[in-house]
């Protein structure tokens, strides 16, 4: 699905999801966990951060200067509205060129969205805005093969892909970064995260 498509869809969304998120503690244990990886803290990104600003939340806690991109602009005003002190980019991530070296970038639930052919670039960018030890906190479809899928919520449908974890490990690999964590933390769901850090 174009990224332009998905944004559309996400300004339906938007006050639902932040209605649902702003208090949810899904995924922050693993933000936690990651975080405890980091040994400088200067700025972070939470990508495709949707409208509730949880994550920023934490990084902001542990003393990121923390920034948030997504190219849904309703989830990017309705964010901003909570945040007003955050720099927030209303980017699609496949054409935005990170302005500098992030200690810490997350892109929980997010990057799955991207057509299979922007896995790879996307990856890349994320590993080369990485500073020195920097880490990046992602989701992705588990299993071995590249896949596929479809899914609704609210009415809108989307659509979803992964290059398999395999992949993911050797394109890390290929941009100077190390796996620190992998774990299917949803099982039997096919829900994986991976905690890597540059080197
Ligand atoms: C499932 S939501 C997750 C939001 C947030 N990470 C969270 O966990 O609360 C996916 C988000 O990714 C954003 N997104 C999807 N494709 C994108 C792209 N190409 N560039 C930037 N943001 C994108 C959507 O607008 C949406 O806000």
Not at 7 to 12: G, I, N, P, S, T
Not at 58 to 66: N, P, R, T, V
Not at 72 to 88: C, D, Q, R, V, Y
Not at 102 to 128: G, R
Request: charged residues 20%; hydrophobic residues 35%.
């Amino acid at each position: 699905m174009d990224p332009n498509d998905i944004a559309v869809r996400y300004d339906q969304v938007a006050r639902w999801w932040q209605s649902q998120h702003q208090d949810s503690p899904y995924g922050i244990a693993q933000l936690e966990q990651a975080i405890k990886f980091t040994s400088k803290r200067h700025s972070a990104l939470d990508l495709e951060c949707g409208s509730s600003g949880r994550f920023i939340n934490i990084l902001s806690k542990h003393g990121f200067q923390a920034e948030g991109l997504d190219i849904s602009g309703a989830m990017i005003n309705l964010a901003k509205h909570l945040h007003p002190e955050i720099t927030f980019y209303r980017e699609d991530i496949c054409c935005w060129i990170p302005p500098k070296p992030y200690s810490f970038i997350s892109a929980w639930d997010s990057t799955f969205h991207l057509p299979l052919n922007k896995q790879e670039p996307v990856m890349k960018k994320l590993c080369d805005a990485l500073e020195p030890n920097g880490v990046l906190l992602f989701t992705c479809g588990g299993g071995h093969t590249i896949s596929e899928i479809s899914g609704a919520f609210q009415g809108q449908g989307f659509e979803y892909s992964t290059l398999g974890v395999d992949a993911f490990l050797e394109i890390l690999t290929k941009n100077h970064c190390t796996c620190r964590h992998l774990e299917y933390d949803q099982y039997p769901e096919n829900h994986v995260y991976i905690i890597a850090q540059r080197t």
